[in-house]
Each structure stands twice: as C-alpha cells, then as structure tokens.
C-alpha cells in the first residue's frame, strides 16, 4: 500500500502540477477580485475531480470492453507519461498537462476560466487521466489498493486548491526559475515510473521470454 501511495503521489503531482496550475491561474486572473477568483477556483478543483473519479472508475472497465490489454495500458501510459515528463525535465510545455497556443489564446478571451482552461486540460488533462486509469489498472482490483489511488488524488486535489486560493502569493515566491527546478525534479521521477511501467508492460505481455 506504501509502495503504491507513493508512486501515486509522485504521478499526481507531476501529471497535475499543483505550483505550476497555480502560476498560470494567477497570470490568467491578474484583474479579478479576490471573492470571484476564490470561486472560479473552487469551481474548476470539483469539476476536475468529478471529470477524474468517472475516468477512475469507468476508465479502466472501457478499455476492457475495446479489448485492451493491461500490459498495452501500461506500455501506452508509459510512453504518454515519458514525453509528458521529458518535457517537464526541459521546462517545455506540454499539451498533455498545460495548454497549447490556441488554447490559451480562447482562455485569454473568457471572463470564467474555471471549466477551461481550469479544470481541464490545466488539472484534468490527458496526462492526468491517463496516469489515473493506468494507476487504478495496476491495483488488479484490490479495493484497498483502489481507494489508495483515489484517496491520494484527492489529497493533490486538495492541495491544488490550497494554492489556487494563495496563487499569487506562489508565483512571487517561487519566480520562473524556482517553478522551473521543482518541475524539473518531478519530471525526472516521471520519467524513471515511465519507463518502469514499460518494463512492466513488456515483461506481462509474453512477448520476450521469461
């Protein structure tokens, strides 16, 4: 349970990016009084949350249903996950736990930022979802490893919210280059489970000998 409490951790805190949602959330509302940017915020935690828990629990039962494989989810995961993380060692941004151009550009536009770019793809990005199933697929089934998983996303949710609600504070503490070191150190824990759930997924697909 240990085991998997930290490697759920270290995924949601790298895949969600906690500091970083917080400094973008405050470069996106720099005009907004202080009661509405409380609530877009708390707004965007709980419908990123309720966007999560179905990919939880419904994630892994589709997948089945299309026949795919555990070793292939973990094998896909992987490979998302190791992009996802190479970039974060680069500091480059990403698609799977940021916005693109464009995106930005149509949230520049919006008075409500809380549903997107917020919630998703800022919380509830593909990055996230992905690492969600393939973390809830890894528990085998096991109710105790399961809740585990959830219990621990909710927690980084929790947090995401803390820094949300202090998000200016944050981005003048940390800075660009404080924001940069500590995605840095999480993108490379990233990449190291990345490449460990490709192991995994080989090893449990039959295809090299035992």
Known sequence: ???????????????????????????MTPGVAGAKRRAMATRGIAVAACILLIFAFVGQPLLQALGISLPALRVAGGILLL???IDMVFARTSGGVS????????????????????ATPLIAGPGTMGALILLMADTEGDAQLQITVVATLLGVLTLTWLLLLGAAGVSRLLGVTGLHVVTRVFGVLLTALAVQFMFDGIAGSGLLPT
């Open 99 to 118: 916005t693109t151009d464009d995106e930005r550009a149509e949230a520049e536009t919006r008075e409500d930022i809380s549903v997107f770019p917020l």
């Open 1 to 27: 349970m240990t085991e998997t409490f930290v490697i759920a951790l270290t995924t949601f805190v790298a895949t969600i990016g906690p500091i970083d949602v917080a400094a973008m959330f405050a470069a």
């Open 83 to 85: 992009l996802i993380g």
